[in-house]
């Protein structure tokens, strides 16, 4: 004879399974709400700019917006010979309504990052056109400049046509699509992109081993010395985070110059002579000093967090089973440390790839890196879009190697105390 089972109420009268779903429900939703601001301003300050400069990267539609009718009109040109009349009356009618709008200095600009040289003779043409008369648009457009009778100009505007492109991606690693539509590197004379993230992973890289070394005696005995001791040189390791970044770097101009205190004391001592004095501002040198000075904290701190919890009697155990105090500390000490090395060695790897402020200062010509570059050509150049192209290309660099960390090391393993 089966039993029935006795269903279970809440005080409220409705069956506890029910109430309890009720209340877990209630929970989430009380989560959900709480985190929602956090959600809200990531979304806001990272998902959207995020997706404004992948947007941004591939977007040329303004080329396209400006001059429709030449577009229309170069659908049917294969881009051998010279276009024909209609294609040169239509660039003059689209060119005359941006003069007369003011806005074909952004026109001369766009089509002076597809090829150098449009600026002075969109110029020139925004003088000239007012005089010209009905008809033979071709010969009245070539007698302005003698530009435009080449091929590669009228070729540079039709690359422009499609509304969004990956030919900004392609620039960035010294690349382009040729009239053939094959992918080609740029002469050997421009190539200096890929010289940029070569130098960019290199200073990284190095400044992340100079860190480290540097960082692992000082977190070491940081970890080892008695409180009151400890407490003094921490303040120490802290004391550059309440120091303005800029004041650093230009205290690194200070000292580093060829009449600075650091060359003085290599004259003084007798290293070199006053008339061969080492050059270690605006260049490599001087990027390398200044980051690893700068980025040392983020080293130590990890590696000190980890250290702490190391207990000191792990050594001595060592030590009474017959190893050196070599072999101990690479077979118990250096192993249990690795969680604190892969977060300080990342941390400095990622901060240090996207650094501009320093290597801008210190770096000069051969010191410079890509985030420097991106810089540029927000500033200058003004082509954002190569900038955002850039910049992503950056980010997937960062990630990328976050990837394969992961993959070799396990972010796991990663801890900060």
């Given amino acids: 004879m089966s039993k ?35 959600l809200l301003f990531l979304i806001i300050t990272y998902v959207f700019p995020i997706g404004e400069m992948l947007f941004r990267s591939v977007d040329d539609k303004m080329v396209t917006n400006m001059l429709p009718k030449t577009y229309k009109a170069m659908e049917n040109w294969d881009g051998k010979d010279l276009p024909e009349e209609d294609v040169f009356k239509a660039f003059y009618l689209d060119y005359k309504i941006l003069v007369e709008a003011k806005r074909h200095g952004r026109l001369a600009t766009q089509l002076n990052y597809e090829k150098n040289g449009f600026k002075s003779i969109l110029k020139k043409l925004a003088r000239k056109q007012k005089n010209f008369e009905e008809g033979n648009y071709k010969e009245q457009i070539m007698k302005v400049h003698k530009r435009w009778g080449q091929v590669d100009y009228w070729r540079a505007i039709k690359r422009r046509a499609p509304a969004y492109t990956y030919a900004k991606y392609l620039k960035g690693v010294d690349m382009y699509e040729n009239e053939d539509g094959k992918i080609v590197q740029v002469p050997e004379n421009r190539r200096i992109h890929k010289l940029l993230w070569m130098r960019t992973l290199n200073i990284a890289l190095g400044v992340t081993i100079l860190c480290f070394f540097m960082a692992y005696p000082i977190a070491h005995l940081l970890a080892t010395l008695p409180m009151k001791y400890s407490n003094l040189l921490m303040i120490c390791v802290l004391l550059p985070f309440w120091t303005s970044l800029l004041v650093r770097t230009a205290s690194w101009m200070i000292l580093l110059q060829q009449q600075g205190i650091v060359n003085d004391f290599i004259v003084w001592i007798g290293l070199v002579s006053d008339d061969n004095r080492p050059e270690m501002m605006y260049n490599k040198t001087g990027t390398f000093v200044a980051m690893t000075q700068i980025l040392l904290p983020f080293m130590v701190l990890p590696l000190y967090s980890v250290m702490k919890t190391i207990s000191p009697s792990l050594m001595r155990a060592g030590k009474s089973l017959g190893a050196t105090p070599a072999i101990a500390f690479f077979k118990v000490y250096f192993p249990l440390t690795i969680p604190g090395i892969g977060a300080g060695c990342l941390l400095v790897f990622i901060l240090a790839i996207g650094y501009y402020i320093t290597p801008a200062l210190v770096g000069g010509a051969s010191g410079t890196l890509i985030s420097n570059q991106i810089a540029y050509h927000m500033k200058e150049t003004l082509d954002w879009s190569f900038a955002s192209a850039m910049g992503l290309m950056l980010l997937a660099g960062v990630l990328a190697i976050y990837w394969l960390y992961n993959k070799l090391v396990g972010v796991d393993n990663i801890k900060l105390g």
């Fill in 4 to 38: 029935e089972t006795k269903q279970i109420l809440s005080t409220d009268g409705i069956p506890l399974e029910e109430s309890l779903k009720k209340a877990e429900k209630k929970n989430k939703i009380k989560a959900f709400l709480l985190v929602c601001p956090l």
